[in-house]
């Protein structure tokens, strides 16, 4: 329907609260403060007295939660939300989470952000064994491991479950009588722990979700930790003691929002702080700098700080929907493309502009934007990328499951410079992200996950090990 | 629906081509980037072959014309189309524009923006003749006058019109054989023309339209012009030779996209130059400069490049729209006024920040910002507005037209800073305002109307005399 | 969108009530009782203490007032409605009635239902003085006279207006202080007073109004009446002498609801006799009486009683709205319109049918059922027709403006009987029409307008003449 | 949203075809004549050489498949489809039919119209084993029996869940490969198979949807017997011997479509004769006889026919739907009820009149409706009902679970009589209604099911066992 500045995706974002009068509504709250990490639906289940009740829809949470009544008839004490990314074809409600388990003897909601490297294996198992799943999604194996274990409670049920699912996940359940959160053992996917001043505890995928309900921060979920929240507070459990800090570095880089911190590092300080590290390794003479909204606008000003060159609003968003309807025309097109960005004419006409971008994926849209620049009069635009070239799929949770859609992965940089038009392009190095962010975790790259930048993944690949060493053979043709 | 971060309106934008095979698209996309100016419905007339057919609906351009289907059967190579903003209680789609007339003899295309100040008592004298009219709108008047009078053309009889209307107005209309724009005799609204590669010439509210469709430049509209279009060209004639230039000094402030040029005058770089001059009129010691989003983000970074404060996202304006329920209580209602806009804890917390905004209505939103900063954990506050106090009410086009709206007006600086908890508080001066701007017409205040800041009205109020002279009476209570 | 069995449209339906607490909520009933005789659009304006609001739509009755809320907006003790029926091309909600007129001195709502035969010249005679029509419709015609004219008081303003319209016309008007119903000179358009427990005082255009809302009926209006109605009771008045009655006699045919009486004659009751008398003029063996459901069940019947044969169920209308996409093979259109109308195999197999239609407009529809009866098995399907043949446009209120649409206008019954593959058909004559109708007004026709079947129109046609005369020449080519 | 005249329900209708090359839009008009038999909710499965897609959705099928797109997506040369019927409460897409399920190893789609009375103790014998449901419905439960069972091939798995479930049942189900369809042991539900001219096979809940469609009827579905379609044509098998015919009762006398052929009897023909019969048992001296429309119009012209009582439509149903808002007194609240069904004053008034009606259940719209005829003028009204008093509930497939609902289970005759304010009341006796459909199966009742006249329960109840005792101590106040 529209035009992407942007072709990456997240996987999705969870929020969850235990022990508040208006669960429900604090949680639309959270969720809508996490939206940006998926549009396609939304759905909450609450809890009230161990009774659970469960909405969900397709959209983004305004549509789904339109009127007043799908809250308040979510009554009750505590509730878990979640907000889904949209892919093309399985646009279907069924897929659309938390998922609400109605068993003879319990309930059981279930939200999920991550992706199971597994996934299809341990499927094909449980069908053979009989079982039925009714969505797409990884998310419901968890459930059907945890009613199959033959372990005596559910927590260690859930644990035995965690165990066996593998790649990087962020669960959050809501049972009769308890929320729980779990993390994968590398803490690929953020998950933090907060608490109302009601006393109410909070998990959010983000900490911005904390800020907007007035939420103070306690703690990060930390690597293969079960955390168990109930009417007695909260207890951090273990399932695993093989873990490693493998922090998703795309999170600084693009995904979350600038107002969250992720282990303790704010993400806008850390853009800036890309941007700036970028000057050093990168500099060019120029009038002005210019960054990419809304995701750039944080290396952009860091770039502009340390090299004293001005910064500039030289690219303007419009903040209203476009609508592309399909043009008859090439011509009109290329107008369409006009109505989500614009160049200012009155700022870049004459100008040498660096424009700093928080990445490239396919090419296109660099290319596009390097062109708005230049037909609004720019003498010369030189591009500047915030990050390393991304070069190989992830499969952790981020929606980059091919290396044909990565410019960088078949071309090199100055090819990608001519490709897109620009009169300069350079990267930040990985090094010099790893230093921006700042993390020091006794673990590869200070903690952070780099494989999408250098192809080192730090867990096994499972059954996506075919896909991949298939792709390490795909080109590219730049369209 | 949703808290508004300010509670200004415009009063709407226009565009219209003449010569184009897909001109109602064409509109729409000119449309979409005048969005800004008014959200409360859309419509767009078109001409084919002096057929004339019309569209209009409530709610976003997006809304209104929300499948392809709407815009193909608005056939023709010319198209004249309106946004309208979002006033309480008249929102019927009687009032949307353009009005489409279709007489025994002929059919006419009308849209407006602007406000007249005579409206009142000519509707009143058109409907003791027996004048029936069937909106709430100003707009509908010009047409009465037209019908009704004996010159012999029909630009004879526009002219007859405009003469006899007062106020502020950029009108745009679609005749069977040509597009006419006229404007007020002081030119407070802006109003552009451009061209087309193939020749198709344009009329605009704001150049930021003509960039988006790809149009190049031509020149603004004069006071007192009216521009005829048609398939010979266009011929620049004027209904009075009475003008002065008045140009709304809020349009540069706030209203206009920052993308755009009015009198040749870039409206970010002006918004930069009030920023800079602030930053010397009024100097702080601080850690930051934080721009309230999204329309002070350009006066904020001046203030920042002028005083060496290393400006940074310490407020973010969240892009999903936030549906605000009514909330059971007091907590619930804060916290969904974070939904819209958060402070940046891991920004903000511990420092003394310069809050830059672009003005200050009520007060009510600014001491919400300063008390979002404040729980994030800012030391110190200290406001900043990058424009002189608002005072008066406007009746030019832009919807304020009571004092009691204003803080400013029955509060003195010292008394605002109080009440908006602010640890300092300045605003621009009023000479300060007229220099970053730096229009030079030989008028009062160099061409600018600053009478919202000190009452000096370029015109004769008729109809608001006896309001305004009331009104300067009103005493407001904060709240 | 869908397969219409009858091609046959009525104007409007009007409803008013004058003191009742929820006045707009008996409006909403009466006007659904009135739902068939319009279903493009709905409104209502009410009056609370003289102070008017309206709202209307585009669609049915359950779709313009969706929700409880809009009704409750139109508060007061007074309301007028009115539904409107479909129509191709000008589908507008500028259309859609009760206008309501906000003048500088005055508020009124003006409805109606007819059709006028001068109102083309009328408008470019206003318009040519200044005046300024907002919709397509006729109705607009009277409130610009009533503006203009000369006469001291409202109600001879519009009696004035009155004389100059021509047509058929039900006018019902909500002014502040009083509720005016007037109806044409011919009374061609059927409407009625009636009055609820509680005193209040009930316009309708058909009594299943006053009975859906438990009033009782106290007359009906005659032609060339005015009956006013406000807080002292009802008066009548009368605007011109020169009256005769020349009641639509397809209101008893085809329109009104069979619950509804018209000038004291039961609708239902005069269908019946239709069917008995044609039994008695076109008598046929045969096995069962089959009527199309729903118009033609009364006449049905009175042919299976008169003539001894038993009544059954051959046909099933399907009370689901069947949406009939564009169908890519015949195959599947054939299907798309048995899902509005089936025939029983289990009934008609092997049987000779008479099947009782109230009318034939196209003939098309004859025919589809015909073959419908005969691919169920009918041995035999011989078609009796409650009324004569169709021959003649109508331009007082019933939508066949042109013969091209009437197969009788340019074929024999034989003819006819050929292209529906009928086994026999029969058409009621016009006196046994009349007398199953069976009025006794000391006018022509007992007081029934026949002209649809034999041109005798009681007015001058006035605008339509040239239309008319040209149309007695139109050829129509069956498919 | 509705005042309902009857509070009888279906449980669903199913629709399947095999061999066409649109075999998803047959389907859609096949299901819209089944939309009597359900209306919450519609689904289509379609099968393109192996591949399966559905789509399904809340509401009617109209609504479900607003445009054409939702239809041509389900492309494929087979087709099942299901409607299902409103409850209050779960109305979650959920349980919207028919199922899809995807498995590793293959795809299915299952629709399902019945219901199961061992479906709870399996449910929970499933779960225990590990199971996980995903929807209220019982139709899962035979997709886990079927996924867990150790037989070889796909139709032994089927037979054996068949064997498995109890209750009443029309299954549709569709493999990759084949179309399959099997009935109850006691054929309570109808189900047909028919053939269109091109030759694809078809199977439907009722005949009518084979007329719709254009298909030939060629044997109904035995109880105990699995249908087989594939590419070979069709093929009948059996899952088990110990059969008995118990027709559901209730679809001759309410719920099928009048033009349906159930066991070869036509439905209007069997109702006729059940007016025919009551006439004879009950006779009354009377001057009309009127039926409640739509469903008791056969009845009444039978009662009519055999009695020698003219025939009248006393009573009106608005075929518009009526959205009952909240009424805010009582006077509003019997207007609303109105709104649906009219007595006609003109036909009834001073008149002694036989009102036939099909069926009471709670009595309270029989009291309506006598009401309704006194307050138009009826002098006396006999009410006729032409089946048994219904006294017990029903467990394979129609809505009445309890006996609270049915005010004959505890009240006699003449005391109904009385609560419903008729002059007399008579209903069709058991051996009358038995005759009038004229079955002739060697078994019980001539092979059909009169449990909810006499209790007599055809098999055992398994899991409503329990309740049924209980409900036989049940009591109801009538208001």
């Known amino acids: 329907m529209s035009y992407e500045v942007k072709s990456l995706n997240e996987e999705c974002g969870v929020f969850g609260i235990w022990g508040h009068p208006d669960a429900a509504r604090v949680t639309y ?3 809508h403060s996490l939206q940006h990490r998926g549009q396609e639906g939304a759905g909450i289940v609450s809890n009230h007295e161990g009774k659970l009740n469960g909405y969900r829809g397709l ?6 939660f ?3 009544r799908s809250l308040t008839a979510l009554n009750g004490e505590s509730a878990i939300g979640h907000v889904r990314y949209a892919t093309a074809g399985n646009g279907s409600v069924d897929n659309i989470q938390p998922f609400l388990f109605k068993f003879y003897d319990s309930s059981c909601g279930l939200a999920h952000n991550g992706n199971l490297t597994n996934a299809k294996s341990l499927r094909k198992e449980l069908e053979k064994d009989g079982a039925i799943f009714h969505s797409n999604s990884d998310t419901e194996i968890l459930m059907h491991l945890i009613r199959r274990s033959k372990k005596e409670t559910f927590i260690e049920q859930l644990k035995e479950g965690l165990r066996t699912v593998k790649g990087g996940f962020a669960y959050l359940l809501m049972t009769e009588t308890a929320m729980i959160a779990a993390l994968d053992p590398n803490a690929f996917r953020p998950l933090s722990i907060g608490q ?6 909070v998990i959010a995928s983000e900490t911005c979700a904390l800020e907007v309900i007035g939420a103070s921060f306690i703690r990060d979920v930390g690597p293969g930790e079960v955390i168990i929240i109930d009417d007695n507070g909260y207890k951090v459990e273990t399932y695993t003691d093989d873990t490693q800090y493998s922090i998703c570095s795309m999170e600084y880089i693009y995904f979350a929002r600038p107002d969250s911190n992720i282990a303790g590092v704010n993400v806008h300080t850390a853009r800036k702080n890309m941007g700036k590290r970028l000057a050093i390794e990168a500099p060019v003479e120029a009038d ?3 960054g990419v909204p809304n995701s ?8 502009a700080e340390a090299s004293g060159i001005p910064y500039e609003m030289g ?7 476009a609508r592309t309807f399909i043009q008859p025309t090439q011509e009109l097109r290329e107008q369409g493309v006009r109505m989500k960005l614009s160049a200012v004419r009155g700022v870049v006409e004459g100008k040498r502009v660096v424009m700093v971008d928080d990445s490239i994926v396919r090419g296109t849209t660099s290319r596009r934007i390097v062109q708005l620049l230049k037909d609004a009069g720019a003498k010369e635009v030189h591009v500047r990328i915030a990050s390393p ?3 190989f799929p992830c499969f952790y949770g981020i929606d980059i499951q091919t290396r044909k859609e990565l410019i960088a992965a078949n071309h090199s940089v100055s090819e990608i410079e001519q490709l897109i038009t620009a009169d300069s392009l350079s990267f930040l190095s990985e090094q010099g992200l790893i230093d921006a962010i700042g993390l020091n975790y006794d673990a590869p790259y200070s903690g952070l996950c780099m494989a999408y930048f250098n192809g080192d993944y730090p867990t096994p690949l499972y059954d996506y090990e075919t896909t991949y060493r298939k792709s390490l053979k795909d080109k590219i043709s730049f369209v």
């Open 29 to 31: 709250f959270g969720l």
């Open 59 to 64: 959209g983004l949470l305004s549509e789904v």
């Open 66 to 68: 339109k009127d007043d």
């Open 196 to 201: 109302m001043k009601n006393g109410a505890y």
């Open 288 to 290: 002005m700098v210019v």
């Open 296 to 303: 750039s606008l944080s290396a952009a000003s860091g770039y």
């Open 315 to 321: 690219l303007v968003k419009n903040q209203y929907i």
């Open 389 to 391: 070239p991304l070069k």
